[in-house]
């Protein structure tokens, strides 16, 4: 949480590229703050593995400057 700015979380933006290869990003997502609310309290939660949010990719990802604040949905994949 940044005062009075918003509220955000940290996520891994998996992107597919060509010949079958991937990238994984981490990046911040801006999200509402009850949905920041509701990651803080599962984080050390088995409703953890159950999280998922909507929000808005935070930063310049390049070469993709078109991210920032795109509505994106983050979902936890792998609870390690």
């Keep these: 949480m940044i005062k009075n700015v ?3 979380v940290r996520v891994i933006l998996p992107v597919e590229l060509t010949d079958g290869f991937s ?9 509402r703050d009850e949905d920041f609310r509701e990651a ?9 593995a159950d ?22 949905r983050a979902a936890v994949r792998d609870v390690e």
């Design 40 to 48: 803080w309290k599962t984080w050390n939660a088995p409703e953890y």
């Design 23 to 31: 990238v994984a990003f981490g990046t911040w997502l801006e999200v």
């Design 51 to 72: 999280l998922a949010m909507e929000g808005y990719v935070a930063n310049e990802i390049e070469p993709w400057n078109p991210f920032p604040h795109a509505m994106v």
């Design 6 to 8: 918003d509220f955000f």
